[in-house]
C-alpha cells in the first residue's frame, strides 16, 4: 500500500508529557497537512508544508506545537506539555499540487488521549 | 475565514433509497468542494469534489451539486446500500491543495 502512513496509531501520554508523532506522505507529493478531528467533528486545519516550507499555521497551532518536514519527504509533529484538551485524532495528508491533480489524501491518523 | 455548515447531522435511509447531505458555506472566494467518506477507525477518504466552475458532476452512484450564487452544496447518493454507512464530510477551500475547511459531518446509516 502506498497510501499516507502515520505513526503511531495510538498513543496514550500523561498530561505535561511532549509527544511526536510522525508522517509519511505519498512518495513525491510536495503538499503535506496536519488536520486534528475531536469526537464528532471535522478535522480542523492546524498547518500545511510545500516540500519543505512550512507555508500556513492555524491559530490553532498553540507555542505548545511544533511541526517539521526537513527534507521534504515524512513530517513530525510536536506537542509539547500536553493537556486533556489535546485529546484528539490528528490527521496528516499529502497532495501532489501540479496543475489541477491536487487531491488531498488522508492517512488513518494517530489518536492522542492524554491522561 | 471560511465557515461550512452541514446538514442533516443523522440520516438515516432504508437500503435503496436515496440520501442527500447539504452544505453550506461563507467566504465567496471558495471554488474547490470535496466530499470525503469516513469510516470508523480510519482517516477521511475522498469520493467526489467538484469545482467552481462546474455546476453538478456525477460518479455512479453519487453525484454533487454547486449553487455558487446561493453558496451552497450538496451530496446525493442514490441507491443506497449498507456500506455506504459512514460520516460524510463535506469541505472548501479557495484551491485545490490549500487548506481544506471542513463541515461537521452527517453519520448516514443505510438500513438492510
Known amino acids: 500500500d502506498t497510501g499516507v502512513s502515520q505513526n503511531p496509531r495510538h498513543k496514550i501520554t500523561k498530561r505535561g508529557q511532549n509527544v511526536t508523532f510522525r508522517c509519511d506522505p505519498i512518495s513525491e507529493h510536495n503538499r503535506l497537512y496536519w488536520y486534528r478531528q475531536t469526537l464528532g467533528q471535522g478535522p480542523e486545519f492546524l498547518t500545511y508544508?510545500?516540500?519543505?516550507?512550512?507555508?500556513?499555521k492555524s491559530r490553532l497551532l498553540s507555542d505548545r506545537f511544533s511541526a517539521e518536514r526537513p527534507k521534504g519527504s515524512f513530517s513530525t509533529l510536536e506537542i509539547q506539555r500536553t493537556e486533556q484538551g489535546d485529546s484528539a485524532m490528528y490527521l496528516c495528508?499529502?497532495?501532489?499540487?501540479?496543475?489541477?491533480?491536487?487531491?488531498?489524501?488522508f492517512g488513518p491518523g494517530t489518536r492522542l488521549t492524554v491522561l | 475565514g471560511e465557515n461550512v455548515e452541514q446538514h442533516p447531522s443523522t440520516l438515516s435511509v432504508q437500503e435503496g433509497d436515496s440520501a442527500v447531505i447539504k452544505c453550506t458555506y461563507s467566504?465567496?472566494?471558495?471554488?474547490?468542494f470535496p466530499w470525503y467518506k469516513q469510516e470508523l477507525g480510519k482517516g477521511p477518504q475522498l469520493i467526489i469534489d467538484?469545482?467552481?466552475?462546474?455546476g453538478e458532476k456525477k460518479d455512479q452512484r453519487i453525484a454533487v451539486t454547486l449553487n455558487k450564487t446561493a453558496k451552497h452544496f450538496s451530496l446525493h447518493i442514490t441507491e443506497t446500500q449498507p456500506e455506504d454507512s459512514a460520516v460524510y464530510f463535506c469541505?472548501?477551500?479557495?484551491?485545490?491543495?490549500?487548506?481544506?475547511?471542513f463541515g461537521g459531518g452527517t453519520r448516514v446509516l443505510v438500513k438492510p
Open positions: 469541505a472548501a477551500s479557495q484551491a485545490a491543495g490549500n487548506k481544506l475547511t
Open positions: 495528508a499529502s497532495s501532489l499540487v501540479l496543475g489541477r491533480t491536487d487531491t488531498q489524501y
Open positions: 508544508f510545500q516540500n519543505e516550507a512550512q507555508l500556513e
Open positions: 467566504d465567496s472566494a471558495s471554488n474547490y
Open positions: 467538484i469545482r467552481s466552475n462546474v
